[in-house]
């Protein structure tokens, strides 16, 4: 697969959607189901299932839980080499982007609190409807908020959470952003909460962290590695906020992150 120069690289800053969708995933040639998932209070998510073939179906589903800016349109390629490897992608929109309900957005929030009811949904949808071993959140920057919080719920039905651009504290994600970017970001609800959400994750956590990301920080994910009694792993690449796949690239496009997510599913298998 020839690398993707569409893919989006936005750090971290404030939340920025876009309505228009530069790829579905018919574009790469790959069968999809779209739906609307609603979500408790009304809103209807826009959503895209990918499943591989019977023959390489590894039994794992992966909800994606992107960050502030775009949709879910920025990372068909990004789920195409998660499909080659036999992982179903669970791709959605949150309210105000993509072709999901309506929603007032606050540009100088990090972060809705509705943004945790939409990933919700959609992972009680596919705990309820796709046939699975396992069931994960690949989450990235903002997204990594919304998946630390889901999987904080001893409800949740979540078996592993795959991080990028980790947000390890939202106290301090507001101060570096506000202080390098020259914004104005706020939080929508206390840094307690997150704090304590953070501490209450039990599942295997896997970290993708970058050299050169000033804002989520290759020192807060190891930070959060030495902290955790769950298994918590680190991957270290070169490269800035949310380069992971151009970065572990060998032979194909995220052939290389892709390798460590099995790998790291392998050594926590049950």
């Known amino acids: 697969m020839l690398f993707p120069l569409l893919t989006i690289s936005i750090a971290a800053s404030a939340i920025n959607p876009s309505r228009q969708y530069i790829n579905t995933p018919d574009s790469l040639g790959l069968e999809y189901q779209a739906l ?3 979500t408790p209070d009304g809103c209807a ?4 299932i990918l499943a591989p073939n019977p023959e390489k179906d590894n039994e794992t589903v992966l909800v994606l839980a992107y960050g502030d800016a775009g949709n879910m349109s920025h990372f068909v390629y990004h789920a195409a080499a998660f499909l080659q490897q036999g992982f179903t992608v669970v791709a959605f929109d949150y309210r105000g982007f993509g072709k999901s309900s309506d929603f007032p957005i606050r540009t100088d929030y990090l972060y809705h609190t509705e943004f945790l009811d939409d990933l919700s949904a959609v992972v009680a949808y596919a705990e309820a409807n796709i046939p699975h071993r396992r069931l994960g959140i690949w989450a990235l920057s903002m997204g990594t908020i919304l998946a630390t919080q889901a999987a904080a719920r001893e409800e949740a039905p979540i078996d592993f959470v795959l991080a990028e651009g980790f947000v390890a504290n939202t106290r301090q994600q507001v101060s570096r952003i506000n202080a390098l970017k020259g914004k104005t970001v706020i939080l929508p ?9 953070v501490r209450r994750v039990k599942i295997p956590l896997l970290v993708f962290a970058a050299t050169e990301d000033e804002i989520t920080t290759l020192a807060d994910a190891e930070g959060l590695a030495a902290g ?13 906020h949310l380069r992971g796949f151009q ?20 050594e926590n298998d049950g």
């Not at 609800?189 to 959400?197: D, H, L, T």
């Not at 194909?252 to 099995?262: N, R």
């Open 228 to 240: 955790k009694q769950s298994p918590c792993r680190v991957i270290q690449y070169k490269g800035g």
């Open 247 to 266: 970065a572990l690239s060998k032979r194909g496009f995220g052939d290389g992150y892709v390798a460590e997510v099995i790998r790291f599913l392998q």
């Open 36 to 38: 609307e998932v609603s």
């Open 189 to 197: 609800e206390p840094a307690s909460r997150y704090r304590r959400a």
């Open 45 to 48: 998510l826009n959503t895209w």
